[in-house]
């Protein structure tokens, strides 16, 4: 997001009569894995007097490893979180916070009287936001606080920088290799790039031939890439979030993607 774009937008809709109520910024974009510049984000959004939400589903987690990349988080008025993609939790584990939980209540408060004028419980001080929108649900909190509390917060930051610095050692090599090349910075721990060869393929030859070598890569077993589109151009995608990738595992996925080219072309 750029800050000076968003303050012209948030001003045009006021002078139209509209209300800008939030702005949405994002803590490590799923393709990328890049970070708005959160603290300007907030600084123009609060001026507006705009809630400000920051998605860091996949990378605000990291901010324990790296919190320098994170600069104006705490600035959020509510910030979500998957454990299930970045603290090694299984399927489904989502958070959502509060800088300020009366806020949430309030949002809250004409649904929970609604609910109150259905049930017949007389209890006073009955909240539907206690409950939640989903209502019925499983103890989802349980396996995050069994986690931290048998390995401690220290282990879960160790991993995410192991995590960091996987994804900077293939971006190394990827960078290193004339055949290949990366798409976009490595913020955090996804790695975007495509094979383009030795010669002088044009954007749309090599969205031709870089899902084949995908699916190749895939087919082969060995390593397993997902990918992304930026600006048009078909990438192959790297996100390293597993506590058991080693160096080794880095290490094959330039040979991987080689490999299938050469397998593609025959």
Known sequence: MIPEELDRAIRHDKEAGKTPIAVVATAGSVNTGAIDPLAEIAAIAHRHNSWVHV?????????????????????????SLDPHKWLYQPLDAGCLLYRDAGAARNAFAHTGEYARALTSDPVEGFAFFEES??????????????????????????AIQRDLAHAHQLAQQIAAHADLELMAPVDLSAVCFRYRGTGQASDNDLNQVNPKILKRVIDRGRVYLSNASLRNRFCLRVCVVNHRTTDADIDSVVAEVLEAALEVAR
């Open 55 to 79: 998605d860091g589903a996949y990378g605000a987690l990291a901010a324990i490893a790296i919190p320098e990349k994170f600069s104006g988080l705490k600035l959020a008025d509510s910030l």
């Open 133 to 158: 929108v989903e209502l019925s649900r499983r103890f989802r909190a349980l396996k995050l606080w069994l986690s931290l509390r048998y390995h401690g917060l220290a282990a879960f930051r160790e």
